[in-house]
């Protein structure tokens, strides 16, 4: 962008200036309903007008846009809004994820828990008679 930039404003520039050399002679300007006269060159009139042409049409472009400007805004601040709330999800979506977890494994202890306690209630005992010592 700065090189097509330069490509442009260059010249741009030359052509300024060459203008500027070319057309050094004094005109007299007069605004009509005024009763005053300037004395000014060609160059700097003319230029001047460029200038303020520059400038007026810079300033419609940028009353033009004030919409899209305003709608730009309104839409970052609703991205704000969405952000957080997915933010918000994810959090309680990470807990409830979480305490999933949690009672899954406790629920799997439990059921393994009951099986042991099961298995040694119905095993049988075994007793022995007598002994040895």
């Known amino acids: 962008m700065r090189y097509l930039s330069l490509i442009i404003t260059i010249p741009v520039a030359l052509f300024a ?15 009509w309903p005024l009763p005053f006269t300037i004395d000014t060159p060609l ?5 001047g007008a460029v200038a303020v042409g520059f400038v007026a049409g810079g300033i419609v472009a940028w009353l033009a846009q004030h919409r899209y400007r305003k709608e ?10 969405l952000a957080d709330e ?17 009672a899954n494994e406790k629920a799997k ?4 828990n009951d099986a042991a ?11 022995t008679v007598g002994g040895n010592g």
């Open 43 to 47: 160059y700097l009139l003319v230029l």
């Open 86 to 102: 997915l933010n918000r999800y994810r959090t309680r979506t990470e807990t409830a994820e979480a305490a999933a977890r949690t």
């Open 109 to 112: 202890t439990a059921a393994a």
């Open 72 to 81: 730009a805004r309104r839409n970052r601040a609703r991205v704000e809004v």
């Open 17 to 31: 200036i060459s203008f500027a050399i070319s057309n050094r002679a004094t005109v007299m300007l007069e605004l």
């Open 117 to 127: 306690n099961r298995a040694a209630l119905t095993e049988p005992k075994r007793l």
